[in-house]
């Protein structure tokens, strides 16, 4: 196993890609402290500052990270960058690598790492970011002894389009997306809505523990965000919608 | 002692730039601009601030190797805080924020048309207040009276669209691709500027002092104008024939009303020396013909081009200068602003 940072190391984690921005500080299986960074609009500002204090409660100097993780996407088009951005800047200027994760994996992290509820541990998990209207950010995952492993690929999609999947045995739904649409989603099948007790942060510092794949910045080389949606924007002259 | 050295960064708009300056010495500096709003006739924010988050590393890297220095030399980091696109410039504004609290260093959050103001110094040391500034960009067109660094007055501005905003409309109407501003400044000088005489928004109806738009400039009539004449050449099929002496007329138009508000405000203000600042700055009739109204002994101040387009630079000279004014905030202060007040503006009396 993986420990993050190294053997004693700190490792930051901070996720802004949905309204629920967080930042966590941990050391192995260790669990230091979280900070939630309050509505989506506040990310940004409040993103360093928490940092700050959240490793100085902690008693652990900038110099004493050794590693960084990020969400990467998908969910706000602004908090993916925030994050990305920010965390590549720390990574730059602490010299130490940044990696950046899936932030539908970290929640699905987040939910081993909160413990897991009444789950009976047999379980698929879909983890949705909600992405406006009906639209969802979606990945499913089967729980595992090393963690979740990705069935398929990440996509944005209609929450119609995510229920009609077919799936064997019951299926755990969690995330803002979930609860938006808890009703539909509990209509549509073996069905059940969770809340992780942990943050996307923690799940993030669990994914780290378990090695979990992930892309790694120096803080100079580009942030690989995963949008999953362009611009809508259309070329001058052209027809139609753009992709989004 | 030595001067600081400082990291300017900046993502306002379709520019990603970052800039090592040592006192007015720029030690290396890297202009990445966005070729993809072509495609679109115009800057498309997602795909600005996408842009950005994908080349803000490397282009800060690259000013760094060209001048000879790592991260950790660095005394302070300035960073276009706003005004401009969000997007741009929290990606800016966040990757400074993080690399200055984890060098332990102080993060200065700059104005973006401040360091327009700033910029002709980087190559002239004596472009220091006072002095009459026109800033004319894309977003902004400002007419100031700078009393002193961090004291301005300001004077007009526009009442719709900016001056850039106006090359860029123009150019669209009479099929010319973005940006427009150096386009149309190309092709005008083939163009009869008198064989299309559009109007000259705002000068004859606020001639007196203490009208209440005497400084202040408008260019959506005159767009509106150009629209119409497009239209009734393009009824004829002699837009192609038209299309340099249109883009002359708008031009001289657009010239003749800013040197006629700079040569108000040199009358007012008796301040001889004019600096004009901005992406369109780079335009060398209006250079021209501000040079024009200049009195005896009046000076023009301006960057060289490459230092009026938006870049690290003069962000850095911004930040430079706060250092030397003693600054202690703490980074906490920096967010990104789109709609940043200008610090030291209050409006004239």
Redesign the interface.
């Known amino acids: 196993m993986t420990m993050p940072g190294g053997e004693g190391g700190w490792t930051l984690a901070l996720d802004t890609s949905t309204p629920r921005g967080s930042v966590a500080l941990g050391r192995g299986s260790e669990v230091r402290g979280v900070r939630h960074l309050g509505s989506a609009r506040e990310h940004a500002a409040r993103l360093v500052p928490a940092v700050r204090d959240l490793l100085d409660d902690a008693r652990v100097g900038p110099d004493d990270l050794t590693a960084l993780v990020a969400g990467s996407g998908p969910g706000s088009f602004t908090g993916v960058r925030v994050a990305g951005a920010t965390a590549m800047g720390l990574a730059a200027g602490l010299g130490i690598p940044a990696r950046g994760r899936s932030s539908l994996l970290a929640l699905a992290c987040a939910w081993m790492a909160g413990g897991r509820g009444d789950s009976r541990g047999d379980e698929v998990l879909c983890t949705l970011f909600d992405a406006r209207g009906d639209r969802v950010y979606a990945a499913w995952f089967r729980v595992g002894d090393s963690g979740p492993l990705e069935i398929g690929s990440p996509a944005a999609a209609r929450l119609g389009e995510v229920l009609a999947t077919p799936v064997s045995g019951p299926v755990l739904f969690l995330g803002d997306g979930a609860l938006r649409h808890r009703e539909k989603i509990e209509m549509a099948g073996a069905f059940r809505v969770v809340e992780p007790a942990a943050t996307l942060a923690e799940g993030h510092l669990l994914a780290e523990t378990l090695g979990l794949p992930a892309f790694e910045t120096d803080g100079f080389k580009g942030w690989q965000a995963q949008y999953l949606r362009g611009s809508s924007a259309v070329p001058s002259g052209a027809v139609g919608g753009g992709s989004e | 002692m030595s001067e600081p050295l400082v990291l300017g960064i900046e993502s306002s708009c379709d520019e990603t730039s970052a800039a090592l300056l040592r006192g007015n010495r720029i030690l290396g500096h890297v202009i990445l601009s966005q070729d993809v709003h072509r495609?679109?006739?115009g800057v498309?924010p997602?795909?600005a601030?996408?842009a950005h988050?994908?080349?803000?590393?490397?282009v800060?890297?690259g000013a760094l190797e060209e001048g000879g220095a790592s991260?950790?030399d660095l005394d302070a980091i300035g960073v276009t805080a706003g005004p401009g696109l969000?997007?741009g410039l929290?990606?800016?504004?966040?990757?400074?924020?993080?690399?200055?609290?984890?060098?332990?260093i102080p993060l200065i959050p700059v104005h973006h048309m401040e360091a327009h103001l700033f910029a002709p110094s980087l190559e002239n040391p004596r472009a220091d207040p006072p002095f009459v500034a026109l800033l004319v960009s894309g977003g902004h067109t400002l007419l100031l009276h700078a009393e002193a660094w961090g004291r301005y007055h300001l004077l007009g501005e526009t009442r719709d669209d900016a001056a850039g905003e106006a090359y860029d409309k123009v150019a669209k109407l009479v099929g010319l691709p973005y940006p427009g501003g150096p386009v149309i400044e190309r092709i005008a000088r083939e163009g009869d500027p008198a064989r299309h005489p559009f109007p000259r928004p705002m000068l004859r109806r606020n001639a007196r002092p203490g009208d209440a738009d005497y400084f202040d400039v408008s260019f959506s009539g005159l767009k509106t104008a150009v629209a119409e004449r497009v239209r009734e050449v393009e009824e004829k099929g002699q837009l192609e024939a038209e299309r340099a002496h249109l883009a002359a007329g708008f031009q001289e138009a657009v010239v003749e009303v800013l040197a006629a508000k700079v040569r108000r405000a040199i009358e007012a203000t008796e301040t001889p020396r004019v600096l004009i600042g901005g992406g369109v700055a780079a335009n060398a009739r209006l250079r021209e013909a501000l040079g024009e109204v200049l009195p005896k002994g009046g000076e023009l101040l301006h960057a060289s081009p490459r230092l009026s387009l938006d870049n690290g630079a003069m962000v850095a000279r911004v930040a430079l200068h706060r250092l030397r004014e003693g600054w202690d905030a703490a980074?906490?202060g920096s967010?990104?602003d789109a709609s940043l007040p200008f610090p030291g503006l209050v409006r004239a009396a």
Do not use: M, Q
């Open positions: 495609l679109y006739g498309v997602e795909l601030a996408r988050l994908g080349v803000i590393g490397e800060v890297r991260l950790g969000i997007g929290l990606v800016g504004v966040s990757w400074a924020r993080g690399a200055a609290f984890g060098l332990g980074d906490e967010v990104a």
